[in-house]
């Protein structure tokens, strides 16, 4: 949860402004799962709500997409969003509001962006060499199986066993 006091602002005259500094480590904001949270964000008293702005650094852990393992991806948050003051009902584009009690909890909006902030084909590295097509292994960890060998295609797989036949028939000492 990444709860605020908002007491102060959501009852002062509109352009009253104010700063949290935020530095948390592993938390959980819905489906995600951040490895810290960082960074300082400036409210603003408008009209019918509060300006909530900052930059925040984060690193939401993902899989990578070509071998398939857990990483953090660090992203960056650049927040720009309203949130309602107490009493006004939640809508679908102002999912935060102040409680009565002057909290709000910012979870939803922090999880919004940094889903928003993950690649669409996130890599554990820019030269991940990903899973072996044949044995699925994950090449970098050693765990490919294939030897040497160039990597098989997987068309030529199919003709293997003709090709052990062939071997044997020509009768291989070894
Ligand atoms: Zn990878
Ligand atoms: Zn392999």
């Not at 098989?152 to 090709?163: C, F, N, S």
Request: hydrophobic share 35%; aromatic share 6%; net charge negative.
């Amino acid at each position: 949860m990444i709860k605020i006091n908002f007491a102060d602002i959501a009852h002062a005259t509109p352009g009253k402004q104010e700063r949290v500094s935020l530095d948390m480590e592993h938390l959980i904001a819905g489906d995600l799962d951040l490895a810290y949270l960082r960074g300082t964000l400036h409210f603003t008293r408008v009209d019918h709500g509060i300006l909530v702005e900052g930059k925040l650094e984060t690193a939401v852990k993902t899989e990578c997409s070509r071998c398939l393992t857990p990483f953090y991806e660090p992203v960056t948050i650049e927040l720009a969003d309203i949130i309602g003051l107490p009493g006004m009902s939640p809508t679908p584009e102002r999912p935060v509001n102040v409680h009565e009690d002057g909290w709000a909890d910012l979870t939803p909006l922090i999880r919004e962006y940094a889903w928003l902030g993950l690649p669409l084909n996130p890599l554990c590295s820019p030269d991940c060499p990903g899973l072996c097509p044949v044995c699925g292994g994950n090449i970098r960890k050693g765990e490919c199986t294939c030897g040497d060998d160039e990597p098989i295609d997987p068309r030529w797989e199919a003709l293997r066993p003709l090709l052990n036949e062939a071997e044997t028939s020509q009768g291989h000492e070894g």
